[in-house]
């Protein structure tokens, strides 16, 4: 429990607590915050398109924070609120968000063209990559501010339309820091190594655990200082920037998922909040 949190608790219980709540963004991509009622019943079971919601508490009332995924519908979306055997919906918009394209030349074409030994790779892999990212662990979380995980320039924000060598690929789904090879990469928040591995286009990966479907994903890493099954602070070192997998240089790739939705991380690092969601 952060040191708020305990005031609230056993000092000052008539103020109003408050958890940090990732920014909402209610786009494709983003986050939306949806407060279901009081505290003063049991957390309600949340989902969203059939998965399970994260929900923290704030204010004294419980709040869901929903991931949207990038290729949502523009117009309305509902979540699924079970609270016992009493099932309601509630309904929230979802406005357009016209992400830039990006070009980008990769000079290992099989990285952009695997051939047919390397989509079995491919295909091998992931379903040890959805596994990790499936996770549910069932524990309170009352801050979701993350640092950022590497001091770097911020090379590619999240959702670009990407172009490899010409070819129309799948939209940027992390934020890309880039730093020199060995720059140490950080923890932006506690949690549990889930997984690490070296895959196909992620190269040198982490997965980590932070509860409730919040799972972070570090990719292309030159070294992993940590293993699977490891508690890590926020802050703890867990590899190092590197240049392995689908790269144009050294850099790290920062996934952040909710509700198995791969979400822009920036709206969880105070700093980087974007304007849009700033208001
Ligand atoms: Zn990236």
């Known amino acids: ?46 989902f969203f398109q059939k998965n399970r919601v994260l929900v923290l508490e704030n204010d004294h009332k419980w709040v869901a924070v929903v991931g949207i995924p990038l290729d949502s519908k523009v117009g309305q979306h509902s979540i699924t609120i079970q609270s016992g055997k009493h099932k309601t919906q509630s309904n929230f918009e979802i406005d357009a968000k016209d992400y830039p394209a990006q070009y980008l030349t990769i000079k290992n074409k099989r990285m952009v063209n695997p051939n047919p030994d390397d989509l079995k790779r491919i295909s091998n892999e992931r379903p040890t990559i959805n596994k990790a990212l499936n996770t549910w662990t069932e524990q309170p979380i009352n801050d979701l501010s993350f640092s950022l995980p590497v001091q770097g320039r911020l090379s590619s924000p999240f959702g670009l339309k990407r172009f490899f060598n010409k070819q129309a690929k799948n939209p940027h789904s992390g934020l890309d820091i880039a730093a020199p090879t060995g720059t140490t990469i950080t923890a932006p928040a ?64 920062w996934n952040v998922y909710l509700n198995k939705t791969k979400v822009d991380p920036a709206l969880f690092v105070p700093e980087l909040i974007p304007a849009e969601a700033k208001q």
Do not use: W
Not at 1 to 22: E, Q
Not at 33 to 42: Q, V, Y
Not at 212 to 235: C, D, W
């Open 1 to 46: 429990m952060n040191k708020t949190l305990l005031a609230c608790f056993l000092l000052i219980p008539h103020l109003a607590c408050s958890s940090t709540l990732p920014k909402q963004l209610a786009v494709p991509g983003g986050i939306v915050n949806i407060e279901l009622g009081s505290i003063a019943t049991p957390a309600p079971e949340v």
């Open 190 to 253: 506690s949690g549990v190594v889930l997984n690490t591995g070296n895959y196909y286009y992620n190269g040198n990966t982490v997965f980590l655990d932070h509860g409730q479907g919040l799972v972070t994903g570090y990719f292309h890493m030159s070294k992993i200082t940590v293993q699977a099954g490891q508690l890590v602070e926020a802050g703890s070192k867990l590899g190092e920037v590197g240049a392995t997998g689908r790269v144009t240089g050294p850099h790290l790739h």
